[in-house]
């Protein structure tokens, strides 16, 4: 079968609350803004985006698992669960797409707890601190690897 030409983009906890508070930390645009730019991105490549953004884990997981029917690869933002959930890893690890882990702002600058996540290895593509940007370019290198174009 040929692989589906639709990417899945996951936002985690949280992150519907983009663009109404922590301004510096997180930028003034909003979770449709982020949506907008990764769909468009996708488009300017001729992939279609499926966009889910839950503050419930299990609401995420099921959205993990339904992408391997009929997506290509997953765009995910876990929010806070990128630092504490082993089942988020396991649901992207049992799925077998190809995963690019995105964080707006530079985690690596931030908290000591947030210096952790347990997705980072089972992504193959890392971007962090570039802002809604940011979404752009995991979209760009993650469409790369599924049309064999980059590896990692
Ligand atoms: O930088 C990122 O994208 C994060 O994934 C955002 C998470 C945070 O827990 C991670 O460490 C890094 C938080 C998302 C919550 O976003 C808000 C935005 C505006 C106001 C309140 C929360």
Request: proline share 3%.
């Amino acid at each position: 079968m040929t692989s589906p030409r639709r990417l899945l983009l996951v936002n985690g906890p949280n992150l519907n609350l983009l663009g109404t508070r922590e301004p510096a930390v997180y930028g003034t645009a909003t979770l449709a803004d982020v949506e907008r730019v990764t769909t468009d991105a996708a488009a300017r490549r001729g992939f279609e985006v499926r966009a889910v953004q839950s503050n419930h884990e299990g609401v995420l997981l099921d959205e993990i698992h339904a992408a391997r029917e009929d997506c290509a690869g997953i765009v995910i933002n876990p929010g806070g669960l990128t630092h504490t959930s082993v089942v988020l890893r396991d649901a992207l690890a049992g799925v077998g797409l190809p995963v690019a882990e995105v964080h707006i702002s530079d985690v690596r600058a931030r908290e000591e707890f947030r210096h952790h996540s347990y997705v980072a290895d089972v992504a193959l593509v890392h971007v962090v601190g570039e802002g809604v940007a940011g979404y752009e370019t995991a979209v760009a290198r993650l469409i790369d690897i599924i049309t064999g174009q980059a590896e990692g």
